[in-house]
């Protein structure tokens, strides 16, 4: 990483990357003047432990395939090295020891997650090592938490979800306007979620 200033992390499985994603990352680099936006994909999350998502080289491929466009997103790969379980809190550790002295972090997360934010591991701390940010989801009321300080991402076309892509593509429905073109090509050439 080079000396960027402000950066943005945005965490997930990104199983499949779609456009919801990348619209945010758009928005928060324009929004808080972010130099990179680092895309995050967990090897585990520890709230979907149960879920079978796809490899996770196929979930680095699509995202790299997504991204190619964007000079200022980047790949961050440290969960998937790490295998096991991702928690949020060991990689903004990582990234502050990696990131040059004064660089600021901006951790981006859905409405939906931040509710979940007190269950989070060392919650406290990622606070003392990152400015939240949070994306408003349509229809998703934002109740602040108490003592939990963010700052507000509003998305107006943020209604997507990856489950729900997984479904439409085991059903053979159309995804175009949903995901990337190259990435769904991926999806289909290695049948990913059929």
């Known amino acids: 990483m080079s000396s960027e200033k402000r950066i943005g992390v945005l965490g997930g499985t990104f199983d499949p990357v779609h ?9 928060a680099k324009d929004s808080f003047q972010l130099d990179t936006v680092l895309f995050v994909p967990s090897f585990v999350s520890p709230f979907k432990q149960e879920n079978k998502v796809a490899p996770p080289e196929d979930r ?3 995202l790299r395939l997504a991204i190619k466009p964007f000079s200022w997103a980047q790949i961050e790969n440290y969960e998937i090295k ?3 379980v991702s928690y949020t809190i060991k990689t903004l550790r990582y990234l502050k020891d990696k990131v040059r002295e004064g660089s600021e972090l901006f951790f981006i997360m859905g409405a939906d997650s931040y509710q979940q934010f007190k ?4 919650y406290e701390d990622i606070l003392n090592l990152c400015q939240l940010v949070v994306a408003e989801r349509p229809g ?4 602040k938490l108490q003592e939990i300080p ?3 991402l509003s998305i107006e076309k943020m209604d997507l979800a990856s489950k729900e892509i997984r479904k439409k593509l085991k059903e053979g429905g159309d995804l175009t306007p949903e995901i990337p073109g190259p990435v769904l090509a991926y999806i289909r050439l290695k049948d990913l979620y059929s």
């Open 19 to 27: 456009h919801a994603h990348l619209e945010i990352a758009k928005k």
């Open 60 to 62: 680095l491929e699509m």
């Open 82 to 84: 790490q295998k096991g």
């Open 119 to 122: 269950g989070w591991k060392d």
């Open 140 to 143: 998703t009321l934002l109740e």
């Open 150 to 152: 963010f700052q507000t």
